[in-house]
């Protein structure tokens, strides 16, 4: 079967770095997407990753390993904003979003 | 960029009655919508695609007469929850697939659902 998983919680403090881990066993793979979720909200899109190796776009970078079917979100310099929910989601050989559960991080003065 | 409206964005309703949720991409072409139901601190889950100018395809175990989905236009897809009950209350989303891949998905604002 398809599985994505990543951590249900967690807490780091203001101006501090975090890395949130994605691993996954999906039938194929197309992409690596990373979004970022507000309570109540709708997702918005962070990251994208289909080749190894890392893409950094200002606070955020994500990594990719397919060969260990592993990602990772990295937020730097973290503000109370950022507090939210990071879901990560692959596209599978049929073009479909496997989505994982979400990894709800909280931001601690 | 790409914008995705969906409306409304919170209503209540009455068991047994229906509701219908608009998505309306404003400034591209969505062939292909994604609908997805997300329940409290649970993961998006995928409830159907819907193909403009063909019937949808649903997930397993989602009701097809249920949720009846039209997607008439390039630019217009409706879910319709029909004879409402209080466990379909849930926050439902939905999504278009904009341009090449890595432009990722884009989102409209998801409309919560309550059913009393």
């Known amino acids: 079967g398809q599985n994505i998983d990543q951590p249900t919680e967690m807490t780091a403090t203001e101006g501090a770095i975090v890395q949130i881990n994605c691993t996954y066993q999906?039938?194929?793979?197309?992409?690596l997407f990373w979004y970022q979720q507000h309570a109540g909200e709708a997702p918005t899109f962070l990251s994208y990753n289909v080749l190894d190796g890392l893409e950094e776009k200002g606070r955020f970078s994500s990594f990719l390993s397919r060969s260990k079917g592993y990602s990772y979100l990295l937020l730097k310099e973290l503000q109370m904003k950022d507090s939210a929910s990071y879901l990560c989601a692959v596209m599978d050989s049929n073009y479909q979003l496997i989505w994982g559960a979400g990894t709800k991080l909280i931001i601690k003065p | 960029g790409a914008v995705v409206s969906q409306h409304p964005s919170r209503v209540i309703c009455k068991s047994g009655t229906s509701v219908k949720i608009e998505c309306r991409s404003l400034?591209?072409?969505?062939?292909?919508m994604f609908w997805y139901r997300q329940f409290p601190k649970q993961s998006l889950m995928l409830m159907a695609t819907?193909?403009?100018?063909?019937?949808?395809?649903?997930e397993q175990g989602v009701e097809k007469d249920k949720f009846l989905i039209n997607h008439a236009s390039l630019t217009l897809s409706t879910l319709t929850v029909t004879s409402a009950h209080p466990e379909d209350s849930s926050f439902y989303i939905c999504?278009?697939?904009?341009?090449?891949?890595?432009?990722?998905?884009?989102f409209g604002s998801g409309t919560r659902l309550t059913v009393v």
């Open positions: 999504s278009a697939r904009v341009g090449q891949t890595s432009y990722g998905y884009t």
């Open positions: 819907s193909n403009e100018g063909s019937k949808a395809t649903y």
């Open positions: 400034d591209f072409q969505a062939t292909t």
């Open positions: 999906t039938s194929g793979f197309n992409g």
